[in-house]
């Protein structure tokens, strides 16, 4: 076996300052992970009038990582990926229970299939490759018909959303096994999917790419009365949704067997970690 | 297999029975496995943490926990004496498929984890089938298949079905078309075994008596290196079909109604094990149809029992030796459904979604722009066949434009009778013969075409809101091609009637 793997410190809440040896400065920005949203304090409900506020107008694009101290530890990291070799088990201090997402939400109905995720037409993107991810990313959710959902996900011309949680209902991501489906709702932007039950194969491409926490809703009801537009925290510690617009909570399932796999930073780093490959040489 | 009891409700063609499996399978595990493996290769070990005491290696004896046809196959390629539903296991895989959209990103992911220079684990058991977006002008698309060519010459992969003359598929010898049916055709599905592709409807698979599922580019690209997959074992759910098919019913018309039954998340993360003497007594293809839409109802895969149909249909397709497993008689399936099929009447899938179902019959009045017959799930040979029956036997010319896209180079070369093939009843006549006389458009150049719209080009794509009857497999909206087009999915017998009458109709009308 290589060497024990060196802890990289968030990987995907790197400063340029902070990248280790082994990430080329050069390289695209990392992907916005988990540990990203950390950055947002956790607000009590009377401040969500000032996170409405601030939330909405300074939504930079995504890629443009905060430079406020993490009010968690350094969370696990949930890309493995993009243009970056990845080099070791990501995981330092906190696991991603200790993490929260936080921002404005989108939010579907049930039966939302990869075809209204991503269409067809833009399958001809190679995911693997930067620039053709961020086109992904602009493309997000155009199959949603527009009569159900006027308010688009991604503003056409722009290549990132101001939604930073998606709420679903029953089997959200159904049909086509296409990656390109989460992967375009983590290019664009979107941190977590808050659904009420997931189709196997999306859940299963959001743990492998990270692109996306999937979570799992532990009662119905929330898709339907969360609006797009709320602001929202999803906090992993509690497994709770909160709206803060609306003043409910809805309670969250644990994890389960994914957990293992998102805790290490996707597949290949539980693979490596587990020793059912060898660790990756620089 | 379990006796079947004669106990369906009279006036039911559904009877439903719970039998929940005396080991939930829901049980939460966390990943390991409770036994330890060969280290294989020097690199691979077993993941520790037992979630309960191993298993004694004397214990492979002829008293094992009675398992499903899925269990034993993942029992198998992990290595496992037994195995139950809900654990998760690294399995050795068999055969991976990728294809023009989901392969460069799935090579690129390989490239980034294992190196530049990696090698695919086996370069046997990696088949790349270029078929979704091939007769285009887009350049992203004919670069996608480029990519897939350099790859293969890089690799020397064995099984590639290049195409580079895209002005005239019979050009290109090696081209095959639509994946899942080349995968069939040229042998490389075989029972007992793993096949992984990039995706959906890799499940058409199990037709086979294999365990087949569809995968995202990382999990591809991962097992593109080590020939592994982390795999949950499903539950079974058992669907026994009996009685005696009708003429004017297909299995397509048994899967929609199955999935109507059960909805589209009714299958989630299970497997579906269709046996029974229906499923017995139909073709290969006819089985393929069933296990191709097994993803509709969120199921991870599909089983139909090996049998001499499928020694049959496999001579003389592949030189790699099979061992076919079967489940036990007292294997524990998660439910149970009973179908009469003799009572079964053509069903439509309405839009927009696979699980609305309704009888034909009920739709007569919905006009229709435009019918469309192809993809892997009603584009096969016995697809066009059927089509064929219902216009031999009307006479007559269809109302609305008629799509045909034969899904293989095979099926195309069946279609225009250069493989000896005639319609029944015709004297004689080849599909394309009686195409021509019922006035359908000309056969198109076999791929995926329109049944996930694709780029706009696309051959038969849906560029306008029209009302579509299909024999492909989703009806979700937007799906072959514009947002507020209306598909109804239907059988090859359901959508020639309906091509001829002009609305959603009902093939008893011009079968029976």
């Known amino acids: ?282 | 297999m379990a006796s079947i009891s004669a106990a369906a409700k009279a006036s039911a063609a559904f009877a439903h029975k719970h039998e929940l499996a005396a080991a939930a399978p829901t049980q939460q595990r966390q990943f390991a496995s409770s036994r330890s493996r060969r280290a294989r290769g020097g690199c691979v070990r077993a993941v520790a943490t037992p979630a309960q005491a191993p298993r004694a290696p004397a214990a492979t004896g002829s008293v094992k926990t009675p398992m499903t046809t899925t269990e034993k196959i993942l029992a198998r390629a992990s290595e496992r004496a037994s195995l139950e539903p809900g654990e998760n296991v690294w399995v050795d895989v068999d055969v991976l498929m990728t294809h023009d959209v989901c392969g460069p990103g799935t090579i690129g992911i390989f490239k980034q984890e294992f190196g530049e220079d990696a090698k695919v684990w086996d370069r046997e058991k990696v088949v790349i089938i270029p078929d979704h977006y091939i007769f285009t002008s887009d350049e992203r698309a004919n670069r996608n298949v480029d990519i897939l060519r350099d790859f293969c010459a890089e690799q020397k992969i064995k099984y590639f079905y290049d195409i580079k003359d895209l002005s005239d598929f019979r050009a290109n010898p090696d081209y095959k078309g639509v994946c899942h049916i080349a995968l069939a055709q040229e042998g490389h599905c075989r029972p007992g075994e793993v096949l992984l592709g990039t995706d959906s409807h890799t499940c058409n698979a199990g037709a086979f008596g294999q365990f087949a599922t569809g995968i995202g580019n990382t999990d591809a690209g991962f097992v593109m290196g080590t020939g592994k997959a982390l795999l949950k074992v499903p539950p079974t759910i058992r669907f026994v079909l009996d009685g005696e098919m009708p003429p004017f019913l297909l299995a397509k018309d048994l899967i929609l109604q199955i999935i109507g039954e059960i909805s589209v998340s009714g299958a989630t993360y299970k497997s579906m094990e269709f046996v029974g003497s229906t499923v017995e007594s139909l073709t290969m293809e006819e089985r393929m149809t069933l296990c191709n839409m097994v993803i509709e109802a969120g199921g991870k895969n599909g089983v139909v029992p090996a049998d001499a149909t499928t020694f049959k249909y496999l001579e003389g397709k592949t030189s790699v030796e099979y061992e076919p497993v079967y489940s036990d008689a007292q294997a524990r399936f998660v439910s149970d459904y009973r179908i009469d099929v003799s009572k079964l009447e053509p069903v439509v899938a309405k839009p927009h979604s696979p699980d609305n179902r309704a009888l034909a019959r009920e739709c007569k009045d919905v006009k229709i722009d435009r019918v469309y017959i192809g993809s892997c799930t009603g584009g096969k040979t016995e697809d066009f066949l059927a089509a064929a029956k219902v216009f031999l036997a009307s006479g007559g010319k269809v109302k609305v434009p008629t799509f045909l896209v034969p899904a293989t180079q095979k099926v195309w070369m069946d279609v225009y009778g250069l493989t000896g093939i005639t319609v029944p009843g015709s004297g004689g006549k080849t599909c394309l013969q009686i195409f021509e006389e019922a006035g359908c458009d000309t056969p198109a150049s076999p791929n995926c075409g329109a049944c996930l719209g694709g780029p706009r080009d696309t051959y038969a794509r849906m560029n306008e809101p029209t009302v579509c009857v299909s024999t492909t497999n989703r009806n979700f909206p937007g799906r072959m091609g514009h947002k507020e087009g209306q598909i109804y999915l239907a059988s090859p017998f359901t959508a020639a009637a309906s091509a001829l009458t002009g609305y959603v109709a009902d093939p008893r009308d011009f079968l029976v």
């Open chain 1, 1 to 282: 076996m290589a060497s024990p793997p060196k802890p990289v410190a968030a990987i995907c809440n790197l400063t340029e300052e902070a990248a280790g040896p082994n990430l080329p400065l050069h390289s695209p920005p990392p992907p916005h992970g988990l540990a990203t949203m950390t950055a947002a304090p956790l607000l009590s409900l009377t401040d969500a009038a000032t996170v409405a506020a601030a939330v909405a107008p300074s939504r930079a694009p995504t890629r443009a990582r905060t430079q406020a101290t993490p009010r968690f530890p350094a969370a696990v990291s949930l890309r493995c990926r993009r243009a970056r070799p990845l080099t070791a088990a990501a995981a330092t201090g906190a696991s991603p229970s200790s993490a929260a997402f936080h921002g404005e939400c989108y939010v579907v109905g049930d039966n939302i299939d990869t075809d209204q995720i991503i269409p067809a037409e833009h399958l001809t993107l190679v995911p693997s490759k930067p620039d053709e991810y961020r086109k992904l990313g602009s493309f997000a959710f155009v199959g949603l018909p527009t009569a159900a959902y006027p308010v688009p996900f991604v503003v056409p011309g722009e290549e990132s959303s101001r939604y930073a949680v998606i709420i679903g209902g029953a089997n959200f991501g159904c049909g086509s096994s296409r990656e390109h489906a989460p992967v375009a709702l983590g290019a664009a932007g979107a941190r977590a999917v808050v659904a009420e039950g997931y189709a196997r194969i999306f859940f299963r491409n959001s743990v492998a790419t990270g692109e996306v926490y999937p979570l799992e809703l532990a009662d119905s009801g929330a898709s339907k009365e969360c609006k797009t537009g709320d602001v929202v925290t999803v906090d992993l510690d509690s497994s709770v949704l909160i709206n803060h617009t609306s003043g409910k909570q809805y309670k969250l399932k644990p994890i389960g067997d994914a957990g293992p796999v998102i805790e290490a930073g996707g597949i290949f780093a539980y693979a490596r970690k587990t020793g059912m490959i060898a660790s990756k040489s620089a």
